[in-house]
């Protein structure tokens, strides 16, 4: 039976390397993913799970099982993958760079290529740049709140214990990553299911309640 | 069929609470009820659930099955060289010593590291020293610099700790902070004494955030220890306006950068 992160904690704290070498083998994989989305280098990734590791080790004694293992490291990783992009200003730059395509979201769809249909693009890896565009054009909060919950399947109140925020500030940040995203990906991913974009602002810019209702309310009266 | 006027639209926030079954919204059961009924919030709910399936696309890069293996690999000769556990430490987390202590023990043990050391080098740093006699080697102002900044960034962390569990902690209508409190007394003293010695190093950004840190703590320190929701609130307010949980996770992240500045330099030198 394996062995449980309490368990392996409470042996490593009294010097048991071998046990820390359990909790590395079980979240390291995990820690890779989350700060490979958090730095979009592979590079930089390797090196936030090592200091993430270096750091958890340091300060073992300091972990406290009320919450799990894996919320304590990916907190210490969410920190130093913070730490490493400020330090490095690649997503200021990388903001900085976040083309805002002419004519708004539905410019994609006017892009004079021979044969844009939805699988051209997602081979061409368009879709992908779309999404790295738009999670690197969010601040490090909101995308790191979204990375957690879309990514990592965090809960909400996962969250917010490990960026520090209430349930409410960590369910706005989740709603800003996804309206960005709509708004930027709405066109393209509307094509690929084979359904025409929806016309601008009708679906409002994803959240408006009374426009929401106003849809309804059309369809309800033309049944 | 069912008359859709009659049940409430979701929203776009709560369609993605739906989407994460997540707390929050209508009941599950509500929001699929009215889906099933109203054709337009069924449309909405598609094309979210189309935008958040194409985030998918990105994927981290596959790492290769001895991954964890090259992890550990790398990672063991830092762990060999990371700080040992102090002899006070030791001592104050032995048998018997209530876990409390093992914080407390290692901060006091630093602390006077810190201040001795600082006085070593306030007092005496160009004393000449007389050729061929054996002399106690005096701590470096780097070692100085190091054993400061870890110090301070361990204490910024468990403050840090003490703002978050209090800030995320969930209203109710007593709301018990005594755990907070007792931490945040603990951390009081030794607060002062980090302070005391920034202000006289000329570290004036870390002195200011430990001057307003200490006010902080000190008012949760002299909270009752069970708070009625209304006066909970107020406290959690009074923290909040004081962005001092933002400020303490700024310079605990530059303190740590100049950590592992120190400590590169260090190695540097020894190598």
Redesign the interface.
């Known amino acids: 039976m394996d062995e449980s992160d309490a368990a392996a904690v409470a042996r490593a704290c009294a010097g048991d ?1 071998d046990a ?2 359990v909790l ?2 079980r979240y ?2 995990k820690v ?2 989350l700060a ?2 958090m730095t979009r280098n ?1 590079h930089d ?2 090196d936030v ?2 200091e993430s ?2 750091r958890a ?3 073992l ?2 972990f406290e099982s009320r919450s799990s293992f894996g919320t304590w490291i990916f907190r210490i990783a969410v ?1 130093a993958a ?2 490493l992009t ?2 490095l200003g690649r997503y200021e730059q990388a903001e900085q760079q976040m083309p805002e395509p002419e004519g708004g979201a539905h410019s994609l769809f006017q892009l004079p290529a021979p044969d844009p249909t939805p699988d051209r693009l ?1 081979l061409s890896g368009e ?2 740049h779309k ?2 565009s738009v ?1 690197a054009s969010l601040s490090p909060q909101v995308r790191t709140a979204f990375v957690l ?3 990592e399947g965090m ?2 109140e996962e969250i ?2 490990i960026l ?4 409410s500030a960590t ?1 706005n940040s ?2 800003r990553a ?2 960005k ?2 708004k930027e ?2 066109p ?3 094509a ?2 084979g359904e025409p974009p ?1 016309a601008r602002g009708e ?2 810019s ?4 009374g426009r ?2 106003e ?6 009266t033309s049944q | 069929m069912k008359d859709v006027r009659k049940v409430k639209h979701p929203s776009e926030e709560e369609l993605i609470l739906y989407h994460y079954a997540e707390a929050g919204g209508p009941p599950r059961a509500v929001v699929t009820e009215h889906m099933e009924v109203c054709e337009p919030c069924r449309t909405r709910y598609r094309e979210l659930q189309a935008v958040l399936a194409a985030a998918e696309v990105v994927e981290a890069p596959a790492r290769s099955e001895d991954f964890e293996d090259e992890v550990w690999r790398r990672l063991v000769p830092r762990l060999e060289a990371a700080p040992q556990e102090s002899l006070w430490q030791r001592f104050f987390a032995g048998p018997g010593a209530p876990r409390l202590w093992a914080p407390v023990g290692a901060v006091v043990a630093v602390g006077v590291l810190v201040v001795g050391a600082f006085l070593a080098g306030r007092f005496w740093p160009g004393q000449p020293q007389p050729q061929g006699e054996a002399q106690v080697q005096p701590v470096s102002a780097q070692s100085r610099e190091r054993i400061l900044l870890v110090a301070v960034g361990d204490h910024l962390e468990r403050s840090q700790m003490v703002l978050v569990e209090l800030v995320n902690a969930k209203p109710q209508r007593t709301v018990d902070i005594s755990a907070e409190r007792q931490r945040a007394e603990d951390l009081v003293p030794t607060n002062r004494l980090y302070r005391l010695t920034a202000e006289r190093s000329g570290e004036t950004g870390v002195a200011n955030l430990l001057d307003e840190l200490e006010r902080t703590l000190i008012e949760i320190a002299h909270s009752p220890s069970r708070l009625s929701s209304p006066e909970f609130e107020d406290l959690r307010r009074r923290v909040e306006a004081q962005g001092i949980l933002f400020k303490v996770r700024v310079v605990d992240s530059q303190v740590h950068e100049r950590e592992r500045k120190a400590i590169e330099d260090l190695s540097r030198k020894s190598s």
């Open positions: 390397t820390f070498r590395v083998d390291s994989r890779f993913r490979y989305r592979e990734a390797e799970v090592q590791f270096l080790y340091r300060r004694k300091q920190n913070l730490d400020r330090k997602l879709l992908k999404v790295e999670l919950r879309h990514y809960s909400i917010g214990s520090g925020l209430k349930g369910k989740i709603y996804v309206q995203l709509r990906l709405e393209l991913v509307v690929q299911s929806p679906l409002g994803t959240g408006s309640k929401s209702h849809r309804c309310e059309e369809s309800e």
